[in-house]
């Protein structure tokens, strides 16, 4: 199979911690891809010239980081992220959560990075706004002792957006999200990930 990531994409970033998570290294070749230079191989794989996209051994292409972690997930063995029967609607919920802080904070983000007199204010602080009530949602539905999908893409949001949104000003308000971002950024396959 083959992984199509870029280094600072939140999205590729859960993919590739959880392919490091369950093992399967010598099954998924990660290959780094540039979506802002029309990237041929990245095209075939996702026509919507996003990262992650995976191809597998079978030359089926999925796309979209929550569907893609789902089906290695299935494919890799224990340890699962995604638990089975009632449990998984909360991993779920969870997961979709942080997907959503980091899809405001991409928009936000390319906002930012426009010429000035092309940037819409509005825009920025409507999607600043959704971040930081996004992250009181996370705040309240977060369980600090699990470690399972939801863990993973939430802690890929706040580290992402500590690297692209360095001035949003999280942290001393969400303790809980703190604490689960220290925590889990120790770990091999955080660090061997880290935004770049």
Sequence with gaps: MR???SPASPFARKCRILIREKGMHALVEEVRADPLSGDAALLTANPMNQVPALIDNDGVAWTDSPLICARLDSLGGAPFFIPEGEARWSVLRREVIADG???LGVKYRLESIRPK???SANWMARWRA???R???VAEGETDPEAFDLAAIATVCALTWLDF???DLGWRQARPRLAGIQDLHERRRSFRETAPA
Excluded: N, Q
């Design 101 to 103: 802080a980091m899809e």
């Design 134 to 136: 996004t992250l009181d």
């Design 164 to 166: 692209r949104l360095p």
């Design 117 to 119: 007199g092309e940037r």
């Design 130 to 132: 959704g971040i930081l």
């Design 3 to 5: 992984l199509f990531y």
